[in-house]
T-cell receptor, first 111, second 112 residues
Framework: SQQGEEDPQALSIQEGENATMNCSYK?????LQWYRQNSGRGLVHLIL?????REKHSGRLRVTLDTSKKSSSLLITASRAADTASYFC???????????FGAGTRLTVKP | NAGVTQTPKFRVLKTGQSMTLLCAQD?????MYWYRQDPGMGLRLIHY???????AKGEVPDGYNVSRLKKQNFLLGLESAAPSQTSVYFC???????????FGPGTRLTVL
């Protein structure tokens, strides 16, 4: 079953605005990762945050993790049309090191 | 380096036909995964392998078989395709020392 659930399912913003996506999960994790998927392509890893970290930055990306609430957020600042994609959170590892992916947030950035 | 490649990119099958999807990687990663992606469902793990000669079931293994005879290749087989197996299939790899998964471009399969 899916572990992470992203919210919202879809988000539409103007170029230059910030985009925030949330991920909630159900059981204890070792790490949480965010991936991006452009239409018709495979997923690309964006950023990883470990369970003992609260915030992490990478370029225009900022990820937070609240293990007490079992939730994470991904903030994309100063969005660009090229940021248009689906964003997935993945939590784990479970069993023999597999990760569980949510259903994703579809982000549209209008020029 | 090609990274992770998948063959074929598209395929249309009739119910009951069989086929094999090939995933190849040149990153020398130990772990390999097969996922299916359906609208509104995210990615679901079908089977995975933690090394050459080993395979294990994931979340949705029924109707699929896999083999990892060589470290660089992970094959996903459908013995008797069903319409419910219409999906986009992704292969991914991971180094045993890391947490990041590297994905192939996907195979879009339609079963009529």
């Amino acid at each position: 079953s899916q572990q992470g659930e992203e919210d919202p399912q879809a988000l539409s913003i103007q170029e230059g605005e910030n985009a925030t996506m949330n991920c909630s999960y159900k059981t204890s994790i070792n790490n949480l990762q965010w991936y991006r998927q452009n239409s018709g392509r495979g997923l690309v890893h964006l950023i990883l945050i470990r369970s003992n970290e609260r915030e992490k930055h990478s370029g225009r990306l900022r990820v937070t993790l609240d293990t007490s609430k079992k939730s994470s957020s991904l903030l994309i600042t100063a969005s660009r049309a090229a940021d248009t994609a689906s964003y997935f959170c993945a939590t784990g590892p479970y069993n023999n090191n597999d990760m569980r992916f949510g259903a994703g947030t579809r982000l549209t950035v209008k020029p | 380096n090609a990274g992770v490649t998948q063959t074929p990119k598209f395929r249309v099958l009739k119910t009951g036909q069989s086929m094999t999807l090939l995933c190849a990687q040149d990153m020398n990663h130990e772990y390999m995964y097969w996922y299916r992606q359906d609208p509104g469902m995210g990615l679901r793990l079908i089977h995975y392998s933690v090394g050459e000669g080993t395979t294990a079931k994931g979340e949705v293994p029924d109707g699929y078989n896999v083999s990892r005879l060589k470290k660089q290749n992970f094959l996903l087989g459908l013995e008797s395709a069903a319409p419910s197996q219409t999906s986009v299939y992704f292969c991914a790899t991971r180094d045993s020392a890391g947490d990041t998964q590297y994905f192939g471009p996907g195979t879009r399969l339609t079963v009529l």
